[in-house]
């Protein structure tokens, strides 16, 4: 059970891990920059917020 378990953890943890690596190579240089933008300010929204650091 716990065998069935890890085999289709890993096969699923590879299968996100290869599309992840496929759609990021399929990028421009424009949607990079929105992306970078987009985690820039996430990262400066959640310092701000005291929400997030409470829990």
Do not use: P
């Not at 716990?2 to 949607?31: G, K, M, P, W």
């Not at 996430?42 to 310092?47: E, Q, Y």
């Amino acid at each position: 059970m716990i065998t069935a378990l890890l085999v289709a953890y890993n096969f699923s943890f590879h299968y996100a891990v290869d599309e992840l690596v496929r759609y990021c190579s399929n990028l421009n240089s424009t949607q990079w920059g929105i992306l970078s933008a987009c985690a820039v300010a996430f990262g400066f929204l959640c310092m701000k917020s005291n929400d997030v650091r409470k829990t």
